[in-house]
């Protein structure tokens, strides 16, 4: 089977998600970005990692793409949800959801 539909599908999700974010990014301290990372695993399953984020105030939201070289793999979306508050002291408090293949995890921070 194809992996070209799936490919094709994040890449038109991603430009989506590019040109709405501007947008949104009228409020002060807004973010947008983008990063590819290329992982060289063991045994030819290798990964493919396009990341779009956009950050806005105290709202975080990432879309990861996992595109597995192997045929066996399972390619999928993660996407990320993630509130971060700051303190007076500057430290940052954050609550988070994200979306893992077939698990949902919660998670909260300090940093």
Known sequence: MSRRPTITAAVLLAITIALLAPQSAAAADSRV???FRYWDLEGGNDLRDPILWWRGGPLFAQ?????????????HLRPEL??????????S????????????????GAG
């Not at 990861?64 to 066996?72: K, L, R």
């Not at 893992?100 to 998670?107: I, S």
């Open 33 to 35: 970005g983008a990063s």
């Open 93 to 108: 408090y954050h609550v988070g959801w994200r979306h893992e293949d077939h698990r949902e995890r919660l998670f909260l």
């Open 82 to 91: 993630r509130l971060i508050v700051r303190d007076s002291r500057r430290s």
């Open 63 to 75: 879309l990861e793409y996992w595109d597995f070289e192997d045929p066996d793999a399972r390619d």
